[in-house]
């Protein structure tokens, strides 16, 4: 199995849909440059977090887009915008959308993404 940390073999973390429920898009709309960053929770809450969840929590440690998440659990965009979209519905984690209703881009966000797309 591929770690977080991208050893491993080249199979996924784990089997993209079925985490899903065959799902392929987010019950709202979700940009693949939107950062996502971990919330704080309790220690009893990290031992109720399944497998997919506690990978993206420990990615998100620092802003990740969900385009890196994707990237890095090795699965499908619309997959890895799903577990966020339902991740963040549950408070674990915190979107940062860009803002694209003001015509001009986010330069400093892009920066950030641009940086985590080279570290890969």
């Known amino acids: 199995m591929l770690g977080v940390d991208g050893t491993g073999d080249e199979e996924?973390?784990?089997r993209p849909y079925a985490v899903t429920g065959g799902r392929a898009e987010p019950?709202?709309?979700?940009?693949?440059e939107t950062?996502?960053?971990?919330?704080?929770?309790?220690?009893?809450?990290?031992?109720?977090?399944?497998p997919e969840q506690?990978?993206?929590m420990r990615l998100c440690r620092s802003f990740r887009s969900v385009?890196?998440?994707?990237?890095?659990?090795?699965v499908p965009l619309g997959v890895a915008r799903?577990?966020?979209?339902?991740m963040a519905d549950e408070g674990l984690v915190r979107l940062h959308q860009p803002r694209?209703?003001?015509?001009?881009?986010?330069l400093n966000?892009?920066?950030?993404?641009?940086?985590?797309l080279r570290r890969l």
């Open 67 to 74: 385009a890196e998440i994707s990237a890095l659990l090795r």
């Open 12 to 14: 996924p973390l784990f």
């Open 27 to 32: 019950r709202y709309h979700m940009a693949m």
């Open 100 to 106: 694209l209703d003001q015509g001009q881009p986010d």
């Open 35 to 50: 950062l996502v960053s971990s919330s704080p929770i309790m220690d009893e809450e990290l031992a109720l977090l399944t």
């Open 54 to 56: 506690d990978a993206i």
């Open 82 to 86: 799903v577990l966020v979209a339902d």
């Open 109 to 116: 966000m892009l920066e950030r993404v641009l940086s985590g």
